[in-house]
Structure formats: C-alpha cells, structure tokens
C-alpha cells in the first residue's frame, strides 16, 4: 500500500524558512515524478512544484519566484520542499502528490503558518 507522510511544517514569521520532506512507502519512489501541492482555507488546491524521477528536473508555480527548491532522495525515499523568504500567502496545508496511471495518492499534509 502506498503512504505519503509528510512533515516539517509549523510557524514561521515572515521571511522565515522552513524544510518539508515527504517519506514515501510501498511503490517504487524512484520511478515517479513527485509533486507539492498546497490548499489555503477556503481556496483550492494549487500546484507548487514537481521534480521527475531522477531528480534531474524541476518545476514550479510562477508565485514561487526562485524562493522554494525542491529535491528528493532516492535512496532515502524522500521528497523535500525547501521554502525560504515565506510570506503570509504561502499559509496553507502543503501536500505531497504520487500521480500513476491509475492512481492519484495523497499525503496528511503538513500545515504551514506564516505569522508575526
């Protein structure tokens, strides 16, 4: 069965960082894009970045502006989203996302609060 836990998130000020990671199970992680999704209360989800399998690719929402990286371990079966200079708009429940051919599996998310 398939698990995505992620963790990391928590309060920061603005301008603050913060590292999420997303542990992965019972798939094969290197064979698969991974993506961060994110939801702030009362809007929808939105994209925030996806790398490919070997990691040798990255891409991301046009709000990000060069402030988030994202890699991941293969051997770790680790995903990461480094977020620095976060601002008040980034608040939300970060998720991280498996999308197969016949599955579309989500994490718990992780909530991250941008506050002073």
């Known amino acids: 069965e398939v698990h995505l836990v992620e963790s990391g998130g928590g309060l920061v000020q603005p301008g603050g960082s913060l590292r999420l990671s997303c542990a992965a199970s019972?798939?094969?992680?290197?064979?698969?894009?991974m993506t961060w999704v994110r939801q702030a209360p009362g809007k929808g989800p939105e994209w925030v970045s996806t790398?490919?399998?070997?990691?040798?690719?990255?891409y991301y929402g046009n709000f990000v502006k060069g402030r988030f990286t994202i890699s991941r371990d293969n051997a770790k079966n680790t995903v990461y989203l480094q977020m620095n200079n976060l601002q008040r708009e980034d608040a939300a429940v970060y998720y991280c996302?498996?999308?197969?051919?016949?599955?579309?599996?989500w994490g718990q998310g992780t909530q991250v609060t941008v506050s002073s």
């Open positions: 019972g798939f094969a992680f290197g064979s698969y894009e």
């Open positions: 790398i490919t399998k070997g990691g040798d690719r990255t």
């Open positions: 996302n498996l999308r197969r051919r016949d599955s579309n599996t």
